[in-house]
């Protein structure tokens, strides 16, 4: 099944008037910087492509360094050659990059599209706009996927957060990403900590030892991961029998390449990704990607790339538009982070005390790491 794409003009496109001046001429090329795999093939797919359909005079050039963003933006900036146009990020990142100012601030209401009905940009994405820099795209989570086929096991299957850390019942390899996000938290909550003092605990000696300690308990039987593709791949090729990444890349393992594997939801860690503009971009670019943007982040689109992962639109006005895979024809609402059967407890991550205090403990965890 293939979604078709309306085609947007923006000539008519309320901008400021530097963004406005801008459109006089559109560079005929975009580097855009995502994660790879399956998220960054349904960006490919939902609007990349009906984008270049559109003007096929463009072509559009992809980065899979988004892990990197901040160091990469830091070092260009540095530099004073900023070769990346548009870069998908996490919204702590976001933050980071626009305190930097590193990355465009926007007006929403000026940039983006409206709803169908139109309510502004602004109103529609809601809450998910936690900084002025940043474009919001997709609510996901990180959260474990597991091999549903370990005879060491004995027919019991994982359940709970602090399955993760019980090499006895559920021995095996490991897969965790190579930060400390979500790691330290999850090993806090299953060290004892609770929920809401989990990040007062953070701020501690006590507390970040107290992670490390938990961590120190399966780090033998850890593989460490940078890209998302990396868990379900280890999962399918049975390297791993529990890791984390995010919930669409499970969902593809399992749904689309059908290997025994399954979710284990407990403890998922909401999270945000979307845009940031590079600051200092030339006319030109800059141009191009303010009409990439207007018709990436439409109503449409992102009810589009919902067709292809399971990961809810940041959009409200896209939520209704969400139906079924574009190509299994399954029914992709129970496979959202935010369906209720799968939310029954889920982590609340703070974007704004991670932009804070993540130069310092990504230190603290390498160190660890390389201990």
Known sequence: MKLKSAIVLTTGMAMSATMASAEAHMADSLTLVSWGGAYQASQVAAYAEPYMENNPGVEI???????????????????????WDLVDVVASDAIRLCDEGLAMEIDHDEVLAPAPDGTPAS???????????????????????????????????????????????FPGQRSLERRPINNMEWALLCSGVAEEDVYDMLETEEGIQMAFDKLETIRDETVWWSAGADTPQLLA??????????????????????????????????????????????EDRLARVLDFLYFATDTQRLGDQAAYISYGPARASSAPLVGDHAELGIAMAPHMPTDPANAERTFLYNYEWWADYRDDLDARFQAWLSQ
């Open 61 to 83: 050039v992809w980065d899979e360094s988004s892990n990197e963003a901040v160091a990469r933006l830091r070092a260009m900036n540095e530099a004073g050659n900023i070769t």
């Open 123 to 169: 109103e529609d994405f809601g809450d998910l706009i936690v900084s002025d820099c940043f474009i919001p795209q997709i609510v996901y989570s990180t959260t474990f996927g597991y091999r549903t086929d370990v005879e060491e096991w004995n027919g019991r299957t994982p359940d709970d957060i602090c399955d993760v850390f019980d090499l006895e019942a």
């Open 237 to 282: 090729d049975g390297e791993v029998v529990i890791g984390s990444t995010y919930n669409g890349r499970l969902f593809s393992v399992i749904e689309e390449q059908d290997q025994p594997v399954a979710m284990l939801w407990d403890a998922q860690v909401y999270d945000l990704d979307g845009w940031i503009i590079p600051e200092g971009l030339p």
